[in-house]
């Protein structure tokens, strides 16, 4: 059973639509909630950290929270630019603090 | 501040060989990690180094290795290349303190094993 699972795998917005991508995690203990956002061809670039449920982080167009159990990207009236794969990242407590990455959501937003 | 550098960033090879794949991080970061990328697998975690020790280790056959050197630079080698080999290897490092999971990417080296 994966630990994060990233829903949905593929979003088409048209630009302005805002809409949200969801995290859900499984680990016992939550030490940190990543957000990264990849674009083709490119490494993931670091959006968001998040530590504990209630917790809110913004930048530009987007919105991240989280809650015991998932985390939501809000992205408010998308322009094209945001199109990329945007992926989470739960690091456990007590353990190893390797994050684990879910498979991302794809997100293209049409002009 | 430069980023992080990853060279080769494309390379092709045929199934048997070896490659080595190389990493300078951004200035001042002791750790640096190594994960695999592919559209079925998404993104899996090889190993990390942290001042030159190995401290933490993926689930992948020992074709896999790694190394990092005194100016915090790695490379990881994958031996007797397999098909399901290819795929993009990303580079990732960070100043490694408690377990930060803001991690800093580079552009990746994408392998072809033909």
């Known amino acids: 059973e994966d630990q994060v699972t990233q829903s949905p795998e593929a979003l088409r917005l048209q630009e302005g639509e805002s809409s949200s991508l969801n995290c859900s995690y499984t680990?016992?203990?939550?030490?940190?909630l990543f957000w990264y956002r990849q674009d083709p061809g490119k490494g993931p670039e670091f959006l968001f950290t998040?530590?504990?449920a209630g917790e809110e982080k913004e930048k530009e167009r987007l919105k991240a929270t989280l809650t015991k159990k998932e985390s939501f990207l809000h992205i408010t009236a998308p322009k094209p630019e945001d199109s990329a794969t945007y992926l989470c990242?739960?690091?456990?407590?007590?353990?190893?603090?390797?994050?684990?990455f879910g498979r991302g959501t794809s997100l293209i937003v049409h002009p | 501040k430069a980023g992080v550098t990853q060279t080769p960033r494309y390379l092709i090879k045929t199934r048997g060989q070896q490659v080595t794949l190389s990493c300078s991080p951004i200035?001042?970061?002791?750790?640096v990690s190594w994960y695999q990328q592919t559209p079925g697998q998404g993104l899996q975690f090889l190993f990390e180094y942290f001042s030159e020790t190995q401290r933490n280790k993926g689930n992948f056959p020992g074709r896999f290795s790694g190394r990092q050197f005194s100016n915090s630079r790695s490379e990881m080698n994958v031996s007797t290349l397999e098909l399901g080999d290819s795929a993009l290897y990303l580079c990732a490092s960070s100043s490694g303190g408690s377990g930060t999971g803001e991690l800093f990417f580079g552009e990746g080296s994408r392998l072809t094993v033909l």
């Open positions: 680990v016992s203990g939550l030490r940190g």
């Open positions: 200035s001042g970061h002791r750790s």
């Open positions: 998040l530590y504990s």
């Open positions: 990242a739960v690091q456990e407590s007590g353990g190893s603090y390797i994050p684990t």
